[in-house]
């Protein structure tokens, strides 16, 4: 049995064709066609990465998004009709790991399924420097374990948030430039997002690690 992608997708049509798309390329699909039943199916199949389209009846998929991230680091690639480059930001902003926009070709969006778990995958190996552990400051960062917390509790990370904030934290006091976070740790375009959700979570803490050094990048200083 392959990998388990959860499609949760009120467009029947769609969801058979990424399904047998999926199941050529060896992967074990799983279909929901609302928000609540790909819930029920997150929880019970505990599915490797979820293709969750946005506009779902009875639980719409951010708010789908939104829990699952409370429990669980798995892939998910946002589906929607929608364009524009706010709908994006809030996808991101939410917890997704990509956003395709319909229509789109399935092949590319298999593409994305591959790329993203190789990613997930990478990032959960446990060898080598992935056991360093990082204390400054307040915070605690274990890459073993992938966790964080600041003075005993809990911080809530996804995994690019957190190897964005080891990142950082392993090189304090230096400044990177978008591009240069886009090519070390992110693997993607969306680095603004990323560290604008990571900031908001220390900000709950009252720490302001992540400084914008203007013209030139960002940099972390817990001092």
Known sequence: MGQKILIVEDERELADILGAYLEVEGFTPIVAKDGKEGLS???EN???LML???M???VDGI???KEVRESSDIPVIMISAKSGEMDKVIALGIGADDYVTKPFSPLELIARVKAQL????KSMDNSGMNR???STGKLSLNKAAYTADVDGQSLTLTTKEFEILFFFARNPNQVFSKEQIYEG???DNSVTVYINRIREKLNKFNLDYIKTVWGAGYKFSAG
């Open 41 to 43: 199916a997150f929880y």
């Open 46 to 48: 505990k599915p490797d």
């Open 52 to 54: 969750l389209d946005i």
């Open 56 to 58: 779902l009846p009875k």
């Open 63 to 65: 708010k789908v998004c």
């Open 118 to 121: 190789r990613r997930y995958e």
């Open 132 to 134: 360093e552990e990082i």
């Open 185 to 187: 740790v992110c693997d």
